[in-house]
C-alpha cells in the first residue's frame, strides 16, 4: 500500500480503501483547492464549501498549506450537514497565530438556533473566559454533551493542532488533541442527533452569533461513526495521516529516515529529474525512457530473462531494424552482425514486393519459430508486404488483423507502406484507438502487455527512430499472442529491463548500494512477471523506503505491493 509521509505535491483524490474513508460524509482538505473560491470536498458526496474572505497559505510545515481565516469577514459555508444521526467525529486541523480571542469562537459548527441547547455539533476554538481552551459537543435528544474547555484544551499560538471530537449513542463524548484523548464528558448520553435547518454547517464563522474566528484550519471531516483511540491516533501519526490521499499521477521518489529511527521525509535530491517525473510525461529524450531502451536493445542475453530463445526472438527484431537504430558496439548488436546482415533495410522499405518480403521472411525465420508453410509464416509474409486487404482476408488472418492493428497503434505511421489498403484500413481510426478496441477482447493477455508498454513510452513519442519503438512494434507483429502470455519471453524481457531501469535510476541518485539494487530488480522482475504482465491499473508508484539506513522495501503500487526485498 502507498503510504505519503509529507502532503502530496500532486492531484489527488479519495483513497476508498483507507480505513479512514470509512463514514465518511465530508472531506475539505484546502490542499485541494488553494487559491479558489470553493472549498472541495472530496468525499464524493459534492458538499463543496462556499469560501468569503479566505487566503489559502502556504505553511512551509507539516501541513503543507493552510486556509486563513482573518477574524472579521472570512467564513466557508458548507451547506446543511444532517447525516450524523446515532454517531458522530469531528476533525479538523488548526493553527492558531494569537491566542487571545472572542468568547466562543468556533472552528467547525452547526448552530440549532439562538437559545439553549445553542448547537447541533461543535468544536470550539475559545470558551467562556476567550482563552484558547479549545472543545467539543453535541446535542443528543435535545441535551448538550460534551468536553473540553479547560486549559488541559489550551492552545499555544503558531503550533498546528489536530482537534477531534467523537460521540456514540450510549458512550461518552471524547476529545482528543494530536491524537490524545484529554477530556471525556462527565456521563454518557444515548439517543439521536437533534437538528434544525435554520443555520448550515460552518467553518471559522456562527452564524447565528455573528461571530468570525482569527485563525488557520486545514484538512477538516465530517464523520457518521465513532472512532476509537487507535484510529484517531492513525489520523495524527506523520505516517499514517496521510492515508485518505490518493495521488493520481505515477511517480516514484525515495524516502530515507534518520539513523535511530524516527519520521522519514521525501527528498527530491535523491530522485533524479526522470524518476520525479510522471510517467505521462516521459519524452523521448528522458532518462528512464533512454535507459529502458537501451537495457532491452543493448543488455547481453544473460542479463534478460529467456537466455538463448529471448536472443533468438530479438535477433529477428533487431534484423527487422535498421541497424543505425541500434548502438555501435554493443553486445547484443555483434552477436546479430550475420542475421542484420541478411536483411538490408533497404529490402523492407516502403515499395518492396511480394518476393523480396518472402526472401527476407525465409532469410530471417528460425527453422524452430517459423517453419515453411505455416500459418504465422503466411501471416508474417502477408504483412511485411502490407498486401491488400483482400489478400488479407484469402489468407484468413484475423487474428492477424488484431496483431497488426495493435502493432500500428505502437508503431509511428511513417513505418507502414503509405499508400497500401491495409494501412488504409487501420492506421487512421486504430492507431489512436485503444487495443481494446482494435482486438474486441478486454481480457486478452495482449492487451495488458500493449496498453502496459504503451503507458512506458506513450505511442506519441516513439519516433521512426526510437530502438524502443523498433523493438517492441517488431517484437509483438512476430510474435503469436499464445506466447506473449504468463511467464513468455517478451514479458520476461520487458519485466527485466524495467526493474534495470529503475535500479539504474536508484544507484544514479545515490539511493542505495548496488547490491541492494540487484535485489530490487530481480524482485521487481519476479513480482511482475508472477501477475502474467506488467501493472498498468493505476499509473504505478514506484518507491524505495530505507527504513534505517539498511534495509530497503520497493513498492510497485496500484494498490497493492508487487515487490519488497531487504538486505542486511
Excluded at 269 to 276: F, V
Excluded at 448 to 457: C, F, I, K, P
Amino acid at each position: 500500500m502507498r503510504r505519503l509521509l509529507l502532503p502530496p505535491s500532486e492531484p489527488f483524490s479519495l483513497n476508498k480503501d483507507s480505513a479512514q474513508a470509512q463514514g465518511l460524509v465530508g472531506w475539505w482538505p484546502p490542499l485541494a483547492s488553494s487559491g479558489a473560491s470553493v472549498l472541495r470536498d472530496l468525499s464524493g458526496r459534492g458538499r463543496h464549501g462556499t469560501h468569503t474572505a479566505v487566503s489559502h497559505v502556504t505553511t512551509g510545515g507539516s501541513l503543507g498549506g493552510l486556509n486563513s481565516y482573518n477574524g472579521t469577514t472570512s467564513k466557508t459555508d458548507l451547506g446543511n450537514i444532517k447525516d450524523p444521526t446515532t454517531a458522530i467525529t469531528l476533525a479538523i486541523w488548526v493553527r492558531v497565530t494569537t491566542t487571545t480571542f472572542h468568547k466562543d469562537e468556533e472552528c467547525l459548527v452547526k448552530r440549532s438556533g439562538t437559545t439553549s441547547p445553542w448547537f447541533c455539533y461543535v468544536i470550539k476554538l475559545s470558551g467562556n473566559d476567550s482563552t484558547t481552551d479549545a472543545s467539543f459537543g453535541v446535542v443528543v435528544s435535545g441535551g448538550y454533551v460534551g468536553c473540553g474547555g479547560t486549559s488541559e484544551s489550551r492552545l499555544s499560538a503558531n503550533e498546528d493542532y489536530l482537534l477531534l471530537g467523537t460521540w456514540k449513542s450510549g458512550d461518552y463524548a471524547r476529545w482528543y488533541i494530536n491524537g490524545v484523548q484529554v477530556a471525556q464528558s462527565a456521563s454518557t448520553r444515548a439517543g439521536s442527533i437533534s437538528y434544525t435547518d435554520t443555520y448550515p454547517t460552518e467553518i471559522g464563522y456562527d452564524s447565528a452569533a455573528n461571530r468570525y474566528t482569527d485563525a488557520q484550519f486545514g484538512d477538516a471531516r465530517i464523520y457518521n461513526r465513532w472512532f476509537s483511540p487507535t484510529e484517531v491516533w492513525q489520523m495524527y501519526d506523520p505516517v499514517t495521516r496521510w492515508d485518505l490521499y490518493w495521488t493520481r499521477r505515477g511517480y516514484w521518489t525515495v524516502v530515507k529516515a534518520p539513523a535511530g529511527g524516527g519520521a522519514a521525509t521525501l527528498s527530491a535530491s535523491l530522485c533524479t529529474a526522470s524518476a520525479s517525473s510522471p510517467a505521462g510525461s516521459l519524452n523521448s529524450g528522458s532518462a528512464l525512457q533512454a535507459q529502458a531502451a537501451t537495457a532491452t536493445a543493448q543488455s547481453p542475453a544473460a542479463m534478460l530473462q529467456g537466455g538463448a530463445q529471448l536472443a533468438a526472438q530479438l535477433t529477428t527484431a533487431s534484423a527487422l531494424s535498421p541497424a543505425a537504430a541500434l548502438q555501435n558496439g554493443s553486445t547484443l548488436l555483434a552477436a546479430l552482425t550475420t542475421a542484420s546482415a541478411l536483411s538490408p533495410s533497404a529490402g523492407l522499405l516502403s515499395g518492396s514486393t511480394l518476393a523480396a518480403a518472402l526472401t527476407t521472411a525465409t532469410a530471417l525465420s528460425p527453422a524452430a519459430s517459423l517453419n515453411a508453410g505455416s500459418t504465422l509464416a503466411a501471416q508474417l509474409v502477408t504483412a511485411t508486404a502490407l498486401a491488400p486487404a483482400a489478400v488479407i482476408t484469402a489468407e484468413g488472418a484475423a487474428t492477424l488483423a488484431a496483431q497488426l492493428a495493435i502493432a500500428s497503434a505502437l508503431s509511428p505511421v511513417a513505418s507502414l507502406n503509405a499508400g497500401s489498403a491495409l494501412l488504409a484500413a487501420l492506421t487512421t481510426a486504430q492507431a489512436a484507438s485503444p487495443a481494446a478496441a482494435l482486438i474486441g477482447v478486454s481480457a486478452s493477455t495482449l492487451l495488458a502487455q500493449l496498453v502496459t508498454a504503451s503507458a512506458l513510452a506513450p505511442s506519441a513519442e516513439l519516433q521512426s527512430g526510437s530502438v524502443l519503438a523498433a523493438m517492441l512494434t517488431t517484437a509483438t507483429a512476430l510474435s503469436p499472442a499464445a506466447t506473449l502470455s504468463g511467464q513468455s519471453i517478451l514479458a520476461a524481457a520487458l519485466a527485466t529491463a524495467t526493474a534495470q531501469a529503475l535500479a539504474a535510476e536508484f544507484q544514479s541518485g545515490g539511493a542505495m548500494p548496488a547490491a541492494v539494487a540487484t535485489a530490487l530488480a530481480a524482485a521487481l522482475a519476479a513480482s511482475i512477471l508472477g501477475l502474467g504482465a506488467i501493472p498498468a491499473v493505476k499509473s504505478p508508484t514506484y518507491a524505495v523506503l530505507v527504513t534505517d539506513g539498511r534495509t530497503f522495501a520497493a513498492l510497485v503500487d496500484d494498490g497493492r505491493t508487487y515487490a519488497e526485498v531487504q538486505a542486511g
